[in-house]
């Protein structure tokens, strides 16, 4: 029920990089056409118009859930799953592993994908109350440097 304009500035706050803000908006971009296409939201729509060049893929995702019918901590389990499947499947191809190997690894990281995703749904249901300061705002300055430095390569193995 938040106002997602707000949540999408809150990511922008959130992300100080600019190569990781321009990914979000892109992966927020295709998401978008995907959610409008399979469920189709006067929200969906409303932000689309508000954002012809994306919002934040986590907004996208957000509204996406509440489109299709799901709640917060659906959504929180999307959105923590994709953050570890991603670079389980980049690992498999990179480094050549076994892909059983990697999907073993996802799946001992459950009970840990659990907790982040009950927190986030926690997060969310506190936002009425305490405003968009109740969302994490975690960092991770080695991330910023290296999406910086691989948005600079010539030839780049992943657009995230």
């Not at 305490?130 to 193995?157: K, N």
């Amino acid at each position: 029920g938040c106002d997602p304009l707000a949540l999408d500035e809150a990511a922008d706050a959130r992300t100080p990089v600019p190569a990781l803000r321009t990914t979000a908006r892109r992966l927020g971009r295709q998401m978008m056409r995907a959610a409008r296409a399979t469920w189709p939201s006067a929200a969906l729509d409303a932000l689309a118009a508000a954002r012809p060049r994306g919002a934040h893929q986590p907004v996208v995702l957000g509204l996406a859930a509440r489109a299709a019918g799901l709640v917060p901590l659906d959504a929180a389990y999307a959105a923590a799953y994709e953050n570890l499947s991603g670079p389980a499947t980049a690992a498999v191809r990179l480094l050549s592993l076994d892909p059983f190997d990697a999907t073993a690894v996802l799946a001992r990281l459950a009970a840990p994908l659990d907790q982040v995703a009950e927190q986030a749904a926690a997060a969310a249901r506190r936002i009425p109350a305490e405003g968009l300061g109740a969302l994490p705002a975690a960092s991770a300055p080695l991330l910023d440097i290296t999406a910086e430095q691989h948005a600079a390569w010539p030839v780049r193995l992943f657009a995230s």
